[in-house]
């Protein structure tokens, strides 16, 4: 399953702005803001309803440096898709570990594919939860 997408901007305060008036009707709204400190890709914000981010933007080139994220169940999927992603010709971007900076539990896992796209497998669960 889909877990969020990012998409990089060219001016991210104007991009910000430009999101939170578009999506409001829809009922999205401004979830979680990251800085530049606490993600390697820059500051960057998500969009989602529910208390769910799932659509992130982030300084940068648009058309270059798309992130995609596939949800995880367990923090051994996470583990596993690393591994495959790399046998299968992927490069490093982040090794399984847990990335608080997003939420606490945050258990992620980062690739770029063969193309350059940013890969990410993400579990939400927490650890005493993953063989549930």
Same mark, same amino acid.
């Given at each position: 399953m889909m877990d969020h997408l990012g @998409? +990089?901007?060219r001016d991210y305060a104007a991009a910000k702005a430009f999101y939170l008036a578009a @999506?409001? +009707?829809l009922g999205i709204g401004l979830i979680r803001e990251v800085s530049a400190e606490q993600? +390697?890709?820059g500051e960057a914000? *998500?969009?989602g309803s529910d208390g769910k981010p799932y659509f992130w933007i *982030? *300084?940068?080139a648009?058309?270059?440096g798309v992130h995609l994220a596939f949800e995880a169940r367990s923090?051994?999927?996470v583990d596993a898709f690393y591994a495959a992603a790399l046998a299968a010709g992927a490069t490093d971007n982040g090794a399984p570990g847990l990335r608080p900076q997003y939420h606490p539990g945050y258990y992620a896992a980062f690739v770029i594919d063969p193309e350059g796209?940013? @890969?990410e497998a993400v579990c939400h669960r927490p650890e005493a939860d993953d063989a549930a």
């Amino acid at each position: 399953m889909m877990d969020h997408l990012g @998409l +990089p901007v060219r001016d991210y305060a104007a991009a910000k702005a430009f999101y939170l008036a578009a @999506l409001k +009707p829809l009922g999205i709204g401004l979830i979680r803001e990251v800085s530049a400190e606490q993600n +390697p890709s820059g500051e960057a914000c *998500g969009f989602g309803s529910d208390g769910k981010p799932y659509f992130w933007i *982030g *300084g940068g080139a648009p058309g270059a440096g798309v992130h995609l994220a596939f949800e995880a169940r367990s923090r051994a999927e996470v583990d596993a898709f690393y591994a495959a992603a790399l046998a299968a010709g992927a490069t490093d971007n982040g090794a399984p570990g847990l990335r608080p900076q997003y939420h606490p539990g945050y258990y992620a896992a980062f690739v770029i594919d063969p193309e350059g796209i940013n @890969l990410e497998a993400v579990c939400h669960r927490p650890e005493a939860d993953d063989a549930a």
